[in-house]
C-alpha cells in the first residue's frame, strides 16, 4: 500500500498524518507553535520556529506509522508572509499572521483602488491579505537593502516550507495561496505587475507558481531518512474544500478552524465578489484550477480559545459543549467574536469584541454557548449571501475543522440554517485535501472520485421551528450593528469639532493683574497689531 505524509501547517500548531491509499490514518503527530502579540492588534509567528515544529511534526507521524511515506501534501495558513534571505535561509523578521491588522490605515488609503484591485484579484483592500504586510516589511531598511542587492525572497508559509524542506532548491507557491496575496492575477493565474508596483513589491522576490496536484521538488535526505517527493500544495481552505468532495460547480463546505470560512465551488467560471464575498482559486478533481466564492469570518475557534486561554473560564475547549448545553435558551446574550476585526460580510477592521445582553444572570455557560453560537449565526448569515449571489439552493452543508467535533454546535447549526448539516467521519479535512493531492499526483488514487470514497459522514438535521431561528438571528444582527456602530463612532459629536484641551493658567501677581485691568480700560489701538490682538 502506498501512503501519503500530510502536513498541516496552521495558525495555532502543524498536523501531520500519514495516510494509506484505503484513507485510514496510519500515524499522526501534532506540535503548537507560539503566538506573538508585540502590540494590540499585531500577530506574528517565528518561521524557523514554524519549520522545527512542523519537522517535529512530521516524525512523529511516520514513527507511529511504522511506515515510510512516498509523497508529501502540504496545506497552509493562508496570507501569513514570510521574507528571508536568499543565501542564508535566516528569515528577516517574524512571520506576520493573517490575524495582524498593523496595515489597517494603509488598507484605508487604497480604498479608490477597491474596484480594479477586486477584478484582479477576487479580494477587497484589507489587512487580513499579505500585500500589505509584505509592503510593511520592505520599508524596513534592512529588509529592502537585501531586496535592493537581489538576495530577498518572500512567500506564504507553504512557500516556506517548500524552500527549506528542499534545501533551498524550490522556491514555488500553487494558485491557492498565490490567490490570497492581493499580488495575483486570478484570471491569467499569473502574479500582475501593476499590482506589485501598487504595492511596491519587486516581482522577482516572489514564488514561481505550480499547479496544486504537482512537483515542488524532493526533501532533502536528512529530514526523513530518504527523499520524498512534493506533489500536492494548497491553502488550507481551497485544501478542506477539496477534502470534502466539493470538487465541482454548486458543492460547498465550511469550515470551523481558527476562523470560519464557508467557500462554495463555482468551477470554471470566475465568480464576481461583492456582498462582502470574495472570489478565489481553488481546485477541481484533478488539482489543476478552479475557482470558488468565499466568505472569511476571522474569528471561530478562536474564541473558544480566548474563553480558555485569556479568560480562565474553560478547562478545555470540549467543556464549552457542556455548558453550552446546560442552558435552555441564550437569555439574551450574544457574542460578536471581532477580536481581530470583523471579515464577511461587514469588512471592519477596527471592529472589536462585543458581548451584549449582559445581566447579574449571566454566567460562565452563557459566554460559552454565545461563543458558539456566533460560529452558526456567521455562517448562517454568508450562506444565505452565498446562495444568492451563486443562484444556488444549498439542500446541506459539509463541515469540518476542530470545532466541529462540538455535537452541540452542529445541531444548533442545522437549526438556525434550517437544512441538514454533514460531518465527514475525519474531521481534519484540511490536511485530508492536501493528502488528496498530493496522493492523486503521486498515483495513490486514481481521481478524488476514488479518493472521496474513503469517507463516511454523520448527518444533523433541524429540529428549532424555523420562526424561532428567525428571531435568534434577528437579535444576533442587532449585536452586530451595535458592534459596527462603536466601531465607526469617532467619539465626537457629528459636525462638532474636538473641544481644544485648555492651557493651564499661573497665578498673576497683583501687579500684573493691575496692569491687565488697565489694558481693559484703554481705548482700542488702530494699529494692525492691535487690532489682530484685540481678536
Same mark, same amino acid.
Given at each position: 500500500?502506498?501512503?501519503?505524509? /500530510?502536513?498541516?501547517?496552521?495558525?495555532?500548531?502543524?498536523?501531520?498524518?500519514?495516510?494509506?491509499?484505503?484513507?485510514?490514518?496510519?500515524?499522526?503527530?501534532?506540535?503548537?507553535?507560539?503566538?506573538?502579540?508585540?502590540?494590540?492588534?499585531?500577530?506574528?509567528?517565528?518561521?524557523?520556529?514554524?519549520?522545527?515544529?512542523?519537522?517535529? $511534526?512530521?516524525?512523529?507521524?511516520?514513527?507511529?506509522?511504522?511506515?515510510? @511515506?512516498?509523497?508529501?501534501?502540504?496545506?497552509?495558513? =493562508?496570507?501569513?508572509?514570510?521574507?528571508?534571505?536568499?543565501?542564508?535561509?535566516?528569515? &528577516?523578521?517574524?512571520?506576520?499572521?493573517?490575524?495582524?491588522?498593523?496595515?489597517?490605515?494603509?488598507?484605508?488609503?487604497?480604498? !479608490?483602488?477597491? #474596484?480594479?484591485?477586486?477584478?484582479?484579484?477576487?479580494?477587497?483592500?484589507?489587512?487580513?491579505?499579505?500585500?500589505?504586510?509584505?509592503?510593511?516589511?520592505?520599508?524596513?531598511?534592512?529588509?529592502?537593502?537585501?531586496?535592493? !542587492?537581489?538576495?530577498? *525572497?518572500?512567500?506564504?508559509?507553504?512557500?516556506?516550507?517548500?524552500?527549506?524542506?528542499?534545501?533551498?532548491?524550490?522556491?514555488?507557491?500553487?494558485?491557492?495561496?498565490?490567490?490570497?496575496?492581493? &499580488?495575483?492575477?486570478?484570471?491569467?493565474?499569473?502574479?500582475?505587475?501593476?499590482?506589485?508596483?501598487?504595492?511596491?513589491?519587486?516581482?522577482?522576490?516572489? @514564488?514561481?507558481?505550480? @499547479?496544486?496536484?504537482?512537483?515542488?521538488?524532493?526533501?532533502?535526505?536528512?529530514?526523513?531518512?530518504?527523499?520524498?517527493?512534493?506533489?500536492?500544495?494548497?491553502?488550507?481552505?481551497?485544501?478542506?474544500?477539496?477534502?470534502?468532495?466539493?470538487?465541482?460547480?454548486?458543492?460547498?463546505?465550511?469550515?470551523?478552524?481558527?476562523?470560519?470560512?464557508?467557500?462554495?465551488?463555482?468551477?470554471?467560471?470566475?465568480?464576481?465578489?461583492?456582498?462582502?464575498?470574495?472570489?478565489?482559486?481553488?481546485?477541481?478533481?484533478?488539482?489543476?484550477?478552479?475557482?470558488? *466564492?468565499?466568505?472569511?469570518?476571522?474569528?471561530?475557534?478562536?474564541?473558544?480559545?480566548?474563553?480558555?486561554?485569556?479568560?480562565?473560564?474553560?478547562?478545555? +475547549?470540549?467543556?464549552?459543549?457542556?455548558?453550552?448545553?446546560?442552558?435552555?435558551?441564550?437569555?439574551?446574550?450574544?457574542?460578536? @467574536?471581532?477580536?481581530?476585526?470583523?471579515? +464577511?460580510?461587514?469588512?471592519?477592521?477596527?471592529?472589536?469584541?462585543?458581548?451584549?445582553?449582559?445581566?447579574?444572570?449571566?454566567?460562565?455557560?452563557?459566554?460559552?454557548?454565545?461563543?458558539?453560537?456566533?460560529?452558526?449565526?456567521?455562517?448562517?448569515?454568508?450562506? #444565505?449571501?452565498?446562495?444568492? =449571489?451563486?443562484?444556488?439552493?444549498?439542500?446541506?452543508?459539509?463541515?469540518?475543522?476542530?470545532?466541529?467535533?462540538?455535537?452541540?454546535?452542529?445541531?444548533?447549526?442545522?437549526?438556525? *440554517?434550517?437544512?441538514?448539516?454533514?460531518?465527514?467521519?475525519?474531521?481534519?479535512?484540511?490536511?485530508?485535501?492536501?493528502?488528496?493531492?498530493?496522493?492523486? +499526483?503521486?498515483?495513490?488514487?486514481?481521481?478524488?472520485?476514488?479518493?472521496?470514497?474513503?469517507?463516511?459522514?454523520?448527518?444533523?438535521?433541524?429540529?428549532?421551528?424555523?420562526?424561532?431561528?428567525?428571531?435568534?438571528?434577528?437579535?444576533?444582527?442587532?449585536?452586530?450593528?451595535?458592534?459596527?456602530?462603536?466601531?465607526?463612532?469617532?467619539?465626537? /459629536?457629528?459636525?462638532?469639532?474636538?473641544?481644544?484641551?485648555?492651557?493651564?493658567?499661573?497665578?498673576?501677581?497683583?501687579?500684573?493683574?493691575?496692569?491687565?485691568? =488697565? $489694558?481693559?480700560?484703554?481705548?482700542?489701538?488702530?494699529?494692525?497689531?492691535?487690532?489682530?490682538?484685540?481678536?
Amino acid at each position: 500500500m502506498k501512503y501519503v505524509l /500530510s502536513i498541516d501547517q496552521g495558525t495555532t500548531g502543524t498536523t501531520a498524518l500519514v495516510l494509506g491509499a484505503d484513507g485510514k490514518v496510519a500515524g499522526r503527530g501534532y506540535q503548537e507553535i507560539t503566538q506573538h502579540y508585540p502590540q494590540p492588534g499585531w500577530v506574528e509567528h517565528d518561521a524557523d520556529e514554524i519549520l522545527e515544529r512542523t519537522l517535529i $511534526a512530521a516524525r512523529e507521524a511516520i514513527s507511529s506509522s511504522g511506515v515510510s @511515506p512516498d509523497v508529501i501534501g502540504i496545506t497552509n495558513q =493562508r496570507e501569513t508572509i514570510v521574507v528571508w534571505h536568499r543565501d542564508t535561509g535566516k528569515p &528577516l523578521a517574524r512571520a506576520i499572521v493573517w490575524q495582524d491588522r498593523r496595515t489597517t490605515e494603509r488598507c484605508a488609503e487604497l480604498k !479608490n483602488k477597491t #474596484t480594479m484591485i477586486a477584478e484582479k484579484t477576487g479580494l477587497r483592500p484589507d489587512p487580513y491579505f499579505s500585500a500589505t504586510k509584505l509592503e510593511w516589511l520592505l520599508k524596513r531598511p534592512e529588509i529592502a537593502f537585501v531586496a535592493r !542587492n537581489g538576495r530577498l *525572497l518572500a512567500g506564504t508559509i507553504d512557500t516556506w516550507l517548500i524552500w527549506k524542506l528542499t534545501g533551498g532548491r524550490v522556491h514555488a507557491t500553487d494558485p491557492t495561496n498565490a490567490s490570497r496575496t492581493l &499580488l495575483f492575477d486570478i484570471q491569467r493565474l499569473r502574479w500582475s505587475k501593476e499590482l506589485c508596483d501598487l504595492f511596491h513589491v519587486p516581482v522577482e522576490i516572489l @514564488p514561481e507558481v505550480r @499547479p496544486s496536484a504537482g512537483d515542488f521538488g524532493k526533501t532533502v535526505t536528512s529530514f526523513f531518512g530518504k527523499s520524498i517527493p512534493i506533489t500536492g500544495v494548497a491553502g488550507d481552505q481551497q485544501a478542506a474544500l477539496f477534502g470534502q468532495g466539493c470538487c465541482g460547480p454548486g458543492a460547498a463546505k465550511n469550515t470551523y478552524g481558527t476562523g470560519a470560512f464557508l467557500l462554495l465551488n463555482t468551477g470554471k467560471t470566475v465568480p464576481k465578489a461583492g456582498d462582502g464575498l470574495l472570489a478565489t482559486v481553488a481546485c477541481d478533481d484533478k488539482g489543476g484550477a478552479a475557482y470558488a *466564492l468565499e466568505a472569511s469570518i476571522f474569528v471561530a475557534g478562536a474564541a473558544i480559545q480566548w474563553l480558555r486561554d485569556g479568560l480562565g473560564i474553560l478547562e478545555n +475547549a470540549a467543556e464549552s459543549e457542556r455548558l453550552a448545553r446546560s442552558l435552555e435558551s441564550n437569555d439574551g446574550v450574544y457574542f460578536v @467574536p471581532a477580536l481581530v476585526g470583523l471579515g +464577511a460580510p461587514n469588512w471592519e477592521p477596527k471592529a472589536r469584541g462585543t458581548i451584549v445582553g449582559l445581566t447579574r444572570g449571566t454566567g460562565r455557560p452563557h459566554l460559552a454557548r454565545a461563543a458558539l453560537e456566533a460560529m452558526a449565526y456567521g455562517t448562517a448569515e454568508m450562506l #444565505t449571501v452565498m446562495a444568492k =449571489r451563486g443562484k444556488v439552493t444549498f439542500e446541506s452543508l459539509r463541515v469540518d475543522g476542530g470545532a466541529s467535533a462540538n455535537n452541540w454546535l452542529l445541531q444548533f447549526q442545522s437549526d438556525v *440554517l434550517g437544512i441538514s448539516v454533514e460531518r465527514p467521519d475525519m474531521i481534519e479535512t484540511t490536511a485530508l485535501g492536501a493528502a488528496g493531492l498530493a496522493g492523486i +499526483a503521486g498515483g495513490v488514487w486514481k481521481d478524488a472520485t476514488e479518493f472521496i470514497g474513503t469517507r463516511q459522514f454523520t448527518r444533523f438535521a433541524p429540529m428549532m421551528p424555523p420562526e424561532s431561528a428567525t428571531a435568534l438571528r434577528g437579535e444576533w444582527q442587532r449585536a452586530v450593528r451595535a458592534a459596527l456602530v462603536w466601531a465607526r463612532d469617532t467619539g465626537e /459629536s457629528e459636525g462638532k469639532k474636538p473641544k481644544k484641551k485648555r492651557k493651564s493658567v499661573r497665578a498673576k501677581s497683583p501687579k500684573a493683574k493691575s496692569q491687565k485691568a =488697565r $489694558a481693559r480700560k484703554s481705548p482700542p489701538s488702530k494699529s494692525k497689531t492691535a487690532r489682530g490682538r484685540s481678536r
